[in-house]
């Protein structure tokens, strides 16, 4: 069976740029009401209908050009820097960047670091940098130590870590 054979199917949709060619099957089958399963079968080659769809197949079913339809559906462009990728036809959540450093430029758009500023140590009074919402201003592990040390003086109570009278212990 040639490509000219195939049935244009009734209801067409848009190929979405980048979704995936197993995607695009699933919502064409969907629109026309059919499973996603007995199109992919309909679009594999001729005898025996198995394995992947054709993409000629595909193009005659949607009336298109099979490039222009499966550089629309295979190729992804990254949200940062815009290179081309890799399309993945998993279960999930598709990828929208391409690398490890444009999820992190990224996200550092998203969430912009606060300011730096001078403030001095409750202990000892040197200056030091601290960004907005830190909570603590100390600037050493002695200073910590120093201000955990006051903190503990001010909860002990009168007469903690004196020694037991035996005589008020009987009674």
Not at 4 to 17: G, N
Not at 42 to 54: I, K, T
Not at 98 to 105: E, K, L, Y
Not at 128 to 143: K, Y
Request: net charge positive.
């Amino acid at each position: 069976m040639s490509p000219e054979k195939v049935h244009i199917l009734p209801v067409q949709i848009r190929p979405r740029a980048g979704e995936g060619s197993q995607s695009f099957i699933a919502r064409l089958a969907r629109a026309n009401h059919l499973t996603p399963r007995y199109l992919r079968i309909y679009l594999a080659e001729p005898p025996r209908h198995r394995g992947l769809p054709s993409w000629t197949r595909l193009a005659a079913a949607t009336g298109r050009d099979a490039a222009v339809l499966q550089s629309t559906l295979e190729t992804t462009r990254c949200l940062e820097c815009g290179t081309g990728m890799e399309p993945t036809d998993v279960v999930g959540r598709r990828a929208l960047r391409c690398s490890q450093s444009c999820r992190r430029q990224a996200y550092r758009r998203r969430h912009p670091s606060t300011a730096w500023r001078r403030v001095p140590c409750r202990i000892c009074g040197d200056l030091m940098s601290v960004r907005a919402g830190q909570r603590r201003f100390l600037c050493s592990s002695t200073c910590r130590q120093k201000a955990y040390s006051l903190r503990n003086s001010k909860r002990v109570p009168e007469g903690a870590g004196a020694p037991l009278d035996p005589v008020q212990m009987k009674s």
